[in-house]
């Protein structure tokens, strides 16, 4: 099985900065795409953005401009830096990760962390 460990939330101002990390460990062969969703109370779960094996990238419209992702691939790990931060950023992040092993390519969900940004 694969696990997916989240880091990096917390309480902060409008205007400050957060550094979200997520390492993947367990039957992995391969990551694939990687990436960073947020749910907040009495929303859908929305797409923030990915990262491809390629190193390609894509953000929502919200983030650009204020969010970067990367990865490093010999640590399994997928970052997600975000600054300029507005109240409306406020939700749960979820890591999501696309993982080839044996053949099959499978997606996991960490367990999510807080980001709170306060006025």
């Known amino acids: 099985q694969v696990q997916l460990v989240e880091s990096g939330g917390g309480l902060v101002q409008a205007g400050g900065s957060l550094r979200l990390s997520c390492v993947a460990s367990?039957?992995?062969?391969?990551?694939?795409?990687m990436g960073w969703y947020r749910q907040a109370p009495g929303k859908q779960r929305e797409l923030v953005a990915r990262?491809?094996?390629?190193?390609?990238?894509n953000y929502a419209d919200s983030v650009k401009g204020r969010f970067t992702i990367s990865r490093d691939n010999a640590k399994n790990t997928v970052y997600l830096q975000m600054n300029t931060l507005k109240p409306e950023d406020t939700a749960v992040y979820y890591c999501n990760t696309d993982i080839w092993y044996a053949g099959t390519i499978s997606n996991y969900w960490g367990q999510g962390t807080q980001v709170t940004v306060s006025s």
């Open positions: 990262i491809y094996s390629g190193g390609s990238t």
């Open positions: 367990g039957r992995i062969s391969r990551i694939n795409t």
